[in-house]
Structure formats: C-alpha cells, structure tokens
C-alpha cells in the first residue's frame, strides 16, 4: 500500500514535533485518506520510527532543509483540520484514477488566504522523481497564505517524467477553476510556483498554456516564479518571471539560468533575476542563509505584476 509505514508508533491528534516519528505524521487522523502524498516518494514503505527531524534524509536533490519549517508548516495544517476546513482535494475522478491508477498520487493541499483573494500554485522539486513538497511546497505556501493569498501545493505523480508532470498541474488549475466559488477564491491574476523540476512544469505552462497538457484553455498565470532550474524554452508572450538560484548550484548552475533571463528581457518580458551567495541547488525557503525571504520578494513581484496593464 502507498506511503506505508514499518513498524509501531503511538498516534497523537496533536501538534508534530521534530522530534515525532513519521509513522505519527502517517497515521494523524488530520491526515487520514492522504498522508502518504504528504512525503515525497509514491508507493515508498517508510521506516514508521524514522524522526521528522531526519526528513532531508528522503530528499537527496535538495539542501538547507530546516525541520522546523517543514513541521511547522504540516502542523498549520492539522489546526486548519481541527478548525474544520478542508486542506487536501482530489482533482481527478475516481473514474480517472481507476483508467490510471498512478493519478491517486496526485492531488492539492490548500493553504487559505483572504476570502476572495487570488491564489498560487506551488509545484515542488524532486527531478521528476520524487516531490519535495515538505521542503519547497508546504513551507511556501504558508508564507504565501501569511500574505493573504491562497496556497496550493501540487502533489503530481513521480517517476514518470516531465510531461505527466506537467499534465498534472494543467488539470489542478482547471480544477480550480472550476470550484473557484466553492474555494472562496480569485481566478484573476493567479501565479505558478515551482523548484527545480517544478519551475520547469510552471515554466511551460506559463509559455505554451494549458492546452498543450490536455487542459481546455484558461488565462496564462499573472506570474511564473522559477527557482532553481535549467529550464531554457521561453516565448515572446511568457508572463513576468521571478527567478532565483544559488551561486553553488551544480545542478542548475547561476550562468545557464541567466541566458534565460537575458533571452526573456530581451523579449521585453518583465523579470527579476537573485544569485545568492553560498547556498547550493534545492534551498527552499533559504532560511539561515543569504537566500533568506526570497519568498516575500516574490510575492511582491507577483503583486506588481498584477498591476501591470495587459
């Protein structure tokens, strides 16, 4: 079964603690139905004893993991839970999920904002082989929701490439917007969010739309923000990009991001280009290091861009 757990691990309905054990966060009845898609590997049977402190342990392309963020992000949730609102959804079927079993790996957590407020979709790293949404998802989306915007965290099957990725957030954003009223939110003006192999999936859409991933057609997002990835593929139309990277990033190195951004501004595509110093690929929220509130500034970025004419 996904996500199971080996091994015994008494269950509390309460707050986590870096020092709680994943079986604890895999059998939190605020998580009952969908703990599993919490964790990055689909169909992974984890150690149930392993601490959340040792969570960076499963997230082999990321760096400057901070449990703290990560547990307090999770525990948002459970009192989001506890308060009776809803935090995770299915976006496909079950009829869908029964044609292709792989979509029950797929699904979106939101972090509520304002009502009627715009909202963003975060889509994590991994290299299409995991999603790193403890690290570069859940801990975004509550800063982003601290700001009063909705959150979204995409959870998209792994393992079976960029494309099915890709497919994934197309069909949550056509989700979202058709159940926009029900979730109390703003369609106008929305953002992508990715890292790494997830900027690489906003990134697309934010070029190409939608359609190209089986979706029927929907307004281009207000704002693509892109951390941390080799993506190169651009057009004259791309919407306003927020950009930021590591200058020790082996895997999507300062120099290669950078003829993007040049390509993109010479297209007269409104951009905003970081380089931060010592800090390598995967950094999340930055926190502790010179990369520290990027995430405000990108929001801030995505507020003036929805000012923008046009």
């Known amino acids: 079964m996904a996500g199971d757990a080996r091994g015994a691990t008494p269950v509390s309905s309460g707050h986590l603690s870096v020092n709680s054990r994943l079986g604890e966060l895999l059998h939190h009845p605020a998580f009952a139905g969908f703990a599993h898609l919490l964790l990055p590997w689909d169909g992974r049977t ?8 040792s969570l960076g342990d499963l997230l082999p392309y990321h760096s400057e993991i901070r449990p703290d963020d990560m547990v307090g992000a ?8 506890g308060a009776g609102r809803k935090v ?7 009829a869908q999920k029964r044609a292709l079993p792989a979509r029950r790996f797929a699904g979106l957590f939101h972090f509520r904002g304002r009502p009627g407020a715009p909202f963003a979709v975060i889509a994590p790293g991994g290299g299409f082989s995991y ?23 995409l959870k998209y099957r792994a393992g079976l490439g960029g494309d099915v990725a890709t497919e994934d957030l197309a069909m949550a954003l056509s989700w979202i917007f058709r159940n926009a009223g029900t979730l109390g939110l703003d369609t106008a003006g929305y953002s992508l969010w990715g890292s ?20 029927s057609e929907l307004p281009k997002p207000a704002t693509v923000v892109m951390a941390y990835t080799g993506h190169s593929d651009y057009a004259r139309t791309d919407p306003p ?43 999340g929220l930055g926190t502790g290091t010179s990369a520290e509130g990027w995430v405000p500034d990108a929001v801030r970025f995505w507020q003036d861009s929805r000012r923008r004419p046009g």
Not at 46 to 53: E, F, M, N, Q, V
Not at 244 to 262: E, H, T, Y
């Open 46 to 53: 984890y150690d149930a004893d392993t601490p959340l402190r």
């Open 74 to 81: 999770l525990n948002h949730m459970i009192d989001e839970v």
């Open 88 to 94: 995770f959804h299915d976006f496909y079927s079950e």
């Open 131 to 153: 999603v790193g949404s403890v690290h570069e998802g859940f801990p975004y989306a509550l800063e982003i929701s601290k700001r009063g915007y909705n959150a979204f965290v």
């Open 196 to 215: 790494s192999a997830g900027a690489r999936m906003a990134a697309a859409i934010g070029t190409h739309g939608v359609t190209r991933f089986g979706a």
């Open 241 to 283: 990009t927020f950009v930021v990277v590591g200058d020790r990033d082996g895997i999507a190195p300062p120099s290669r991001m950078a003829q993007r951004v040049d390509a993109l501004r010479k297209a007269g595509v409104p951009v905003e280009f970081h380089i931060f110093r010592g800090v390598g690929h995967g950094f």
